[in-house]
T-cell receptor, first 116, second 114 residues
Framework: DAMVIQNPRYQVTQFGKPVTLSCSQT?????MYWYQQKSSQAPKLLFH???????NEADTPDNFQSRRPNTSFCFLDIRSPGLGDAAMYLC???????????????FGPGTRLTVL | AQSVSQHNHHVILSEAASLELGCNYS??????LFWYVQYPGQHLQLLLK??????LVKGIKGFEAEFIKSKFSFNLRKPSVQWSDTAEYFC????????????FGQGTTLQVKP
């Protein structure tokens, strides 16, 4: 009964070789988020989709892109991974963005990316 | 810039000891507050959240947190910890506006000795 699924759990890539991480959800939530969590640091939001609307954080490098082909799936593309991109990548979902509702983000298990 | 500070980076307790983990945030407007837990090898799970109303919030597994607006704090407490509470704990803040952005603290690693 997994709700937010991330594949693969561990990904190894080479310096400069494009890599795609996958996230899927069974919650039918409108919003999907990608966070980057480096070792011993807080998770940091990269971007999110509200339905088909993409919202990039101002400090997210251009190297990171995302696609959301449908409600259930969202992909994180790293065009040319550098050593500094090694991290845990977390996908999360929520029903809506904000306002005064009782919205909660549900997280997947994460994909740990190693860059050689 | 908005930030979230967790004062304790690594806490070691014996079973049955009481726990309090500090969390302070810097944003002055209306906020939503969360505590997430990450057990070893598992994903982030919501422990509890505060949106409005009673500032003392009760969560799962006997945890509670108190929102003190004047102190910009949202400290997590548990009267008696168990070995199974060994995990990393993250405080997070969301501005109550049209953005879902969660800003996380750096986390506190709790180690409970049996």
């Amino acid at each position: 009964d997994a709700m937010v699924i991330q594949n693969p759990r561990y990904q190894v890539t080479q310096f400069g070789k494009p890599v795609t991480l996958s996230c899927s959800q069974t919650l039918n939530h409108n919003v999907m988020y990608w966070y980057q969590q480096k070792s011993s640091q807080a998770p940091k939001l990269l971007f999110h989709y509200y339905d088909k609307d993409f919202n990039n954080e101002a400090d997210t490098p251009d190297n990171f892109q995302s696609r959301r082909p449908n409600t259930s799936f969202c992909f994180l593309d790293i065009r040319s991974p550098g050593l500094g991109d090694a991290a845990m990548y977390l996908c999360a979902t929520s029903t809506r963005l904000g306002g005064y509702g009782t919205d909660t983000q549900y997280f997947g298990p994460g994909t740990r990316l190693t860059v050689l | 810039a908005q930030s979230v500070s967790q004062h304790n980076h690594h806490v070691i307790l014996s079973e049955a000891a009481s726990l309090e983990l500090g969390c302070n945030y810097s944003y002055g407007g209306t906020v939503n507050l969360f505590w997430y837990v990450q057990y070893p090898g598992q994903h982030l799970q919501l422990l509890l959240k505060y949106f409005s109303g009673d500032p003392l919030v009760k969560g799962i597994k006997g945890f509670e947190a108190e929102f003190i607006k004047s102190k910009f704090s949202f400290n997590l407490r548990k009267p008696s910890v168990q070995w199974s509470d060994t995990a990393e704990y993250f405080c997070a803040v969301k501005r109550s506006s049209n953005t879902g952005k969660l800003i996380f603290g750096q986390g506190t690693t709790l180690q409970v000795k049996p």
